[in-house]
């Protein structure tokens, strides 16, 4: 899937990414790279507002999975179940979310379970750059279904 096509995805499925004046700059097998401008993602103090920034790595990584899962050709739900966010700097520009697997050698196992059981479980992080310095990390569980909405319980 190009950028281009993530992007539109993006806006037509997920209305806040267009709110946010999300753009896609990379959307490759290994990584997905998001970026965002300050103006429509502002806070009372002139930065960027944390539930954007937080979107913004959500999004990064669901996207990472997202064009993963539709290049192994598999119909999917995909959901995050749980995450945590560190805020590290102020944001004062436009932010940038660039996702990478947690653990990439997890991948395989990640496709098997979802292929035998119908449903998996794998972590994604994101980093936040903002000036050339990271401003904020985020780590998330996402959970993958075949078929109807993907159960969050917490039996594996």
Not at 94 to 99: D, E, L, S, T, V
Not at 111 to 138: D, K, M, N, P, Y
Not at 141 to 147: N, R
Request: aromatic share 6%; glycine share 6%; net charge positive.
């Amino acid at each position: 899937m190009s950028p281009a096509e993530l992007e539109h995805y993006l806006h037509e499925h997920i209305p806040l990414s267009r709110a946010m004046q999300l753009t896609v700059l990379n959307a490759e097998d290994g990584e997905a790279v998001l970026a965002a401008p300050l103006g429509p993602n502002i806070n009372h103090r002139e930065t960027a507002f944390g539930g954007s920034v937080s979107a913004l790595a959500i999004l990064a990584a669901w996207s990472l999975l997202h064009v993963r899962l539709g290049d192994a050709r598999t119909t999917h739900r995909l959901v995050i179940q749980r995450n945590t966010m560190d805020y590290r700097l102020p944001i004062r520009g436009q932010f940038i979310a660039r996702a990478s697997l947690t653990s990439p050698e997890h991948w395989e196992r990640f496709q098997r379970t979802l292929a035998r059981r119908g449903r998996a479980r794998i972590t994604v992080s994101s980093v936040i750059e903002h000036a050339g310095q990271t401003a904020a990390c985020f780590r998330g569980e996402f959970v993958a279904a075949t078929g109807a909405s993907p159960t969050l319980s917490k039996d594996r």
